[in-house]
């Protein structure tokens, strides 16, 4: 009962956290939309800086959209009723997949996928729910691994499960912080912002995971960063 108690507290004190931290995210941009709109109604004849300030108050509603359309996707990831039936899931086709969406931003980076996955490397779980995770993590290596750098995709078995790893150089994080990756909004450098998942890239993979019932964990290793999918190996696992 105790542990059961300690779980709703700290699932509380991440609800309060997140909702904090939507309202910080959001404040800015507030606060710099309506001084835009403040000074082009105080001067209503200056056309050049009323196109200055629609240019900035439509950057202001983009960042505003992109935090509002994460949170959103985070809130229909934690529905366990949307979840689908498992399905039997070929590992490297769905790899190869979700990377090509990410081919053009590793190029421009000059990074590589290193793929060793088994041609059998088969899994049953919800479809939807793999791809987006996958999507997600390797989106996550692409932005933070170095220019350069090759993110490196490895399966292997355990008991009634395949586990797939997901692993990218990494230099900046400690073993302390690998219990607040997933956590919404929490940056190890406040400076760094993910402007394409408005702050909620691993929250998202968790909440997808824990919709499809995929265990998903994170360790540093040899320099890198890895996030590891225990997936069900049959039907009956899943």
Request: net charge negative; with cysteine.
């Amino acid at each position: 009962l105790n542990q059961r108690l300690d779980a709703l507290e700290a699932a509380f004190a991440r609800e309060r956290r997140t909702t904090a931290h939507i309202a910080h995210e959001l404040r800015t941009p507030i606060a710099e939309l309506r001084s835009l709109t403040e000074v082009a109604l105080q001067f209503p004849d200056d056309v050049e800086l009323a196109r200055q300030s629609l240019e900035q108050g439509h950057e202001a509603a983009v960042h505003m959209s992109t935090l509002v359309e994460a949170v959103l996707r985070l809130a229909r990831a934690r529905r366990p009723e949307e979840a689908a039936d498992p399905e039997r899931l070929d590992l490297a086709a769905r790899v190869d997949a979700a990377w090509g969406g990410l081919r053009a931003a590793a190029e421009e980076r000059r990074q590589t996928l290193d793929a060793d996955l088994p041609a059998r490397s088969v899994a049953y779980a919800d479809p939807e729910a793999v791809s987006a995770l996958l999507a997600n993590l390797l989106g996550n290596a692409v932005r933070h691994a170095p220019p350069g750098s090759a993110v490196r995709v490895t399966a292997g078995c355990a008991p009634g499960r395949v586990v797939l790893d997901v692993a990218n150089p990494c230099t900046d994080l400690d073993d302390g912080d690998l219990d607040r990756l997933a956590e919404p909004f929490w940056r190890k450098d406040p400076a760094r912002a993910d402007s394409e998942l408005g702050g909620l890239g691993l929250a998202l993979a968790r909440a997808w995971a824990e919709a499809a019932g995929v265990d998903l964990t994170f360790t540093l290793a040899d320099g890198a960063f890895v996030a590891s999918l225990h997936l069900p190996a049959t039907p009956d696992a899943a």
